[in-house]
């Protein structure tokens, strides 16, 4: 069975960062993609971030590029996301998603960004 939790997050003043981790069970890590989607407040689900091959490919969307970076620790099998630079419009809950169709989600971190 595969396993998805996150952890980290919480409220931070704008500007400020967040570190984001996500720890993994039952995936053969870096054999697909490791991926961080976000959902805003009564907005629908956005894709932030994946990375696939031990950190050979990685992608951002346009919204956080510059601010973000996602990497993963494969001893640990964690997959983390640093955000620094954040702004009021990164709020909202980020989601650790494993696999190519999106097919292991985590529960989620609410993350705020408010002064």
């Known amino acids: 069975e595969v396993q998805v939790v996150e952890s980290g997050g919480g409220l931070v003043q704008p500007g400020g960062s967040l570190r984001l981790s996500c720890v993994t069970s039952?995936?053969?890590?870096?054999?697909?993609?490791m991926n961080w989607v976000r959902q805003a407040p009564g907005k629908g689900l956005e894709w932030v971030s994946s990375?696939?091959?031990?950190?050979?490919?990685?992608w951002y969307s346009d919204s956080v590029k510059g601010r973000i970076t996602i990497s993963t620790d494969n001893a640990k099998n964690t997959l983390d996301l640093q955000m620094n630079s954040l702004r009021p419009e990164d709020t909202g809950v980020y989601y650790c998603?494993?696999?190519?169709?999106?097919?292991?989600w985590g529960k989620g971190r609410l993350v705020t960004v408010s002064s």
């Open positions: 039952g995936f053969t890590f870096n054999s697909s993609s």
């Open positions: 990375v696939y091959g031990y950190m050979s490919n990685i």
């Open positions: 998603v494993l696999g190519e169709f999106m097919d292991y």
